[in-house]
């Protein structure tokens, strides 16, 4: 129940920061749940590789690599997500950014137990 709560959450951000940013454009909703569940797959799967590969980077650079990751992660969700599109490496870095603190942020005040 709560990793639907998460998809869910993660879709209506996804909408809303696609609404308010120029350069992010989703089809509808249902894409939304795609992109969600697709961003899930890629950072459980491909992120961890990515991480290892360019671990020397990350630690040169204080762990400010792992922004350039995230904006690939999402790079990669519109190549595999139709109705997705990012229209640039810098768009798709914000769009990371903005998209892992809001998600920070509203898991914090959902995942409290009662």
Sequence with gaps: MKLLIRIIITSILVLLIAHFMTGVHIKDFVTALLVAVVLGLLNLFIKPIFVVLTLPFT?????LFLLVINAIIILLCTYIVGGFKVDSFFTALIFSVVLSLSQSILFAIVGKDK
Excluded: V
């Design 59 to 63: 630690i040169f650079t204080l762990g």
